[in-house]
């Protein structure tokens, strides 16, 4: 019971963030977007100079 409070509840945090901050949501977006692909270019650099 109290997961599934939690879970809306953060989802319906999620949704008034977007609506009341839509510039500062795409912004969070982008960080993680820009994060991930850091990550992925780590690992990349890292396999190819193993082999």
């Known amino acids: 019971m109290l997961k599934k ?3 809306w509840g953060a989802i319906a945090l999620l949704v008034f963030f977007v609506v ?3 510039a500062d949501a795409a912004g969070v977006v982008r960080s993680l977007g820009d994060g ?3 990550i992925a270019s780590g690992m990349s650099a890292f396999v190819t100079n193993v082999v």
């Open 5 to 7: 409070v939690l879970k």
């Open 36 to 38: 991930l692909v850091n």
């Open 20 to 22: 009341t901050q839509p």
